[in-house]
């Protein structure tokens, strides 16, 4: 019989396990660790760690075992087609935007400060012209004369505050700005004195005129010239701007619907269906943003540049013509107020030389031509003139032209043979006769008849060139979502099938 151990017992000795034996130390080293029992089997080696791969590599792994299946490559389409078509939408929102915003500066901003530093010129010369008209008279002016000076350097006085507040911090344009607003009261205190002077019949009331002269010519005329020319040149960069064809975003809009066609194609030869309702919205969303884009595009443009041509344009050769003018009146003033005093080398009057030149400049080089070349300003506005209320009064403004020219030479005769105060009232006028001041006149209301006309023309040709691009940007916007939306419907119908 046998009998189970009991407890507390010693295990039989063939199954007792043998004692390790303690370690032994080396001869070059530490005690190396003792083996296990005899003929055991070596413990296995511990398993590596798993290679760790980043987010990166691991999502890109699920991407490439999903494209392996159809439901993995629909869910990939989808969301290229919806990230495409949102890209585009954005694209053309952001291109229209910028352009509706460089039309509007146009209208609202650059155009009219372009016109103000033409009239802040204009305003300038008128009153040196005014002054020296006023001088002329002899003793106490006019009061019409002395009302349209203050009115001048009040309207430029003005306009200068108006350009301060908004030529948007231009450095050029404030670097003039203050120039003017240093010069002006100096010139004024000089006509003052030259008047106060005049009126006691001192000679020294011509000298003051011409250091005002001087004033005018040498700092205010240039720094005003210097404000035009920036303010125009920031209206043909918004011109630019404006009209610069959104290439982004068509590009985008084309790579969005050849896309589209490929999905449908790929949805047509795999099921052969027709359509899929979620792709064709989809693509008419997108065709219809880009169409829209295209024409709306074409048609901003056209407008923008029909208001540069006949009316932008039109208006510079105007004011230039205006400005001119105004010019010539001044010199042929102080050529009577001077007397000959003020000669260059060769001994000839420098006023008259430079009235001389500034006709010529207007209307060409000969005085009874019956047109004027198209290089000169008046020739250059006609042409630039695209109906008849644009060129009549320019046309007038030539004819007088003609006849102010003509009087002129006639009063430089007799100024020359010594009959001054013959000239002088030929110039001035007096006793109802006609004179070179009345043919100014005309030449000058003409000039503003053409300029309020093409300015008319400029705003209705820009408003209908911003109007070409107003809400597109919003709707390409909503259009891309719809089109977007409609594309993740269309995939998720197809997905449907797999369920």
């Known amino acids: 019989?046998?009998?189970?151990?009991?407890?507390?017992?010693?295990?039989?000795?063939?199954?007792?396990?043998?004692?390790?034996?303690?370690?032994?130390?080396?001869?070059?080293?530490?005690?190396?660790?003792?083996?296990?029992?005899?003929?055991?089997?070596?413990?296995?080696?511990?398993?590596?760690?798993?290679?760790?791969?980043?987010?990166?590599?691991?999502?890109?792994e699920r991407l490439r075992a999903a494209a392996t299946t159809e439901p993995g490559r629909l869910r990939?389409?989808?969301?290229?087609?919806?990230?495409?078509?949102?890209?585009?939408g954005a694209l053309t929102a952001w291109q229209v935007s910028d352009r509706a915003a460089a039309a509007?500066?146009?209208?609202?901003?650059?155009?009219?400060?372009?016109?103000?530093?033409?009239?802040?010129?204009?305003?300038?010369?008128?009153?040196?012209?005014?002054?020296?008209?006023?001088?002329l008279e002899g003793g106490q002016e006019p009061r019409k004369v002395r009302e349209r000076y203050d009115e001048d350097i009040k309207r430029a006085s003005e306009l200068l505050v108006r350009a301060a507040s908004s030529s948007q911090g231009a450095e050029e344009s404030q670097e003039q700005i203050e120039e003017l607003n240093r010069a002006l009261p100096v010139y004024t205190s000089l006509v003052?004195?030259?008047?106060?002077?005049?009126?006691?019949?001192?000679?020294?009331?011509?000298?003051?005129?011409?250091?005002?002269?001087?004033?005018?010519?040498?700092?205010?005329?240039?720094?005003?010239?210097?404000?035009?020319?920036?303010?125009?040149?920031q209206l043909e960069q918004d011109y630019s701007d404006a009209q610069a064809w959104p290439w982004v975003a068509l590009g985008s809009g084309l790579v969005a619907l050849g896309v589209l066609f490929w999905a449908q194609r790929r949805h047509y030869r795999r099921t052969n269906r027709v359509f899929n309702h979620g792709l064709l919205a989809a693509t008419a969303a997108t065709a219809v943003v880009l169409l829209w884009l295209a024409v709306g595009h074409t048609f901003a443009r056209s407008g923008l540049g029909d208001s540069d041509r006949h009316g932008a344009q039109s208006l510079h050769a105007l004011n230039e013509a205006r400005i001119n003018t105004l010019r010539a009146?001044?010199?042929?003033?102080?050529?009577?107020?001077?007397?000959?005093?003020?000669?260059?080398?060769?001994?000839?009057?420098?006023?008259?030389?430079?009235?001389?030149?500034?006709?010529?400049?207007?209307?060409?080089?000969?005085?009874?031509?019956?047109?004027?070349?198209?290089?000169?300003?008046?020739?250059?506005?006609?042409?630039?003139?695209?109906?008849?209320?644009?060129?009549?009064?320019?046309?007038?403004?030539?004819?007088?032209?003609?006849?102010?020219?003509?009087?002129?030479?006639?009063?430089?005769e007799r100024n020359v043979a010594g009959d001054y105060e013959s000239a002088k009232d030929m110039v001035i006028g007096g006793d109802g006769e006609k004179s070179t001041s009345e043919f100014f006149d005309r030449v000058d209301d003409s000039l503003v008849e053409a300029l309020e006309h093409e300015q008319r023309e400029f705003l209705r040709a820009a408003e209908d060139g911003r109007g070409a691009l107003s809400?597109?940007?919003?709707?390409?916007?909503?259009?891309?979502?719809?089109?977007?939306?409609?594309?993740?419907?269309?995939?998720?119908?197809?997905?449907?099938?797999?369920?």
């Open 192 to 233: 003052e004195t030259a008047r106060a002077n005049n009126r006691q019949g001192l000679p020294l009331g011509g000298a003051y005129l011409r250091y005002a002269d001087d004033q005018m010519r040498e700092t205010l005329l240039p720094a005003a010239r210097k404000l035009y020319s920036s303010e125009t040149a």
């Open 471 to 499: 809400g597109l940007w919003i709707g390409a916007a909503v259009l891309a979502v719809l089109g977007a939306v409609g594309a993740v419907f269309g995939i998720g119908r197809r997905l449907s099938e797999y369920r």
């Open 1 to 60: 019989m046998t009998y189970p151990p009991r407890a507390g017992s010693a295990a039989p000795p063939e199954h007792q396990t043998a004692p390790a034996l303690p370690a032994q130390p080396g001869p070059d080293g530490p005690p190396a660790p003792q083996a296990g029992p005899p003929g055991a089997a070596p413990a296995p080696p511990a398993a590596a760690p798993p290679d760790r791969r980043s987010a990166f590599t691991e999502g890109f």
């Open 76 to 88: 990939i389409i989808g969301a290229v087609l919806a990230a495409l078509v949102v890209l585009f």
């Open 329 to 412: 009146r001044a010199d042929e003033n102080l050529t009577y107020v001077n007397r000959g005093s003020v000669t260059d080398d060769q001994g000839v009057d420098t006023y008259e030389a430079s009235y001389l030149k500034g006709m010529t400049e207007l209307a060409g080089e000969k005085p009874d031509a019956e047109e004027a070349p198209e290089d000169s300003m008046l020739g250059r506005a006609l042409r630039l003139a695209d109906d008849s209320q644009g060129r009549e009064p320019v046309a007038a403004a030539m004819d007088d032209v003609r006849e102010w020219r003509a009087m002129h030479g006639e009063a430089q």
């Open 104 to 135: 509007d500066d146009v209208v609202n901003r650059s155009q009219p400060l372009s016109a103000d530093a033409a009239d802040i010129y204009r305003s300038l010369a008128d009153a040196n012209t005014t002054a020296a008209t006023g001088f």
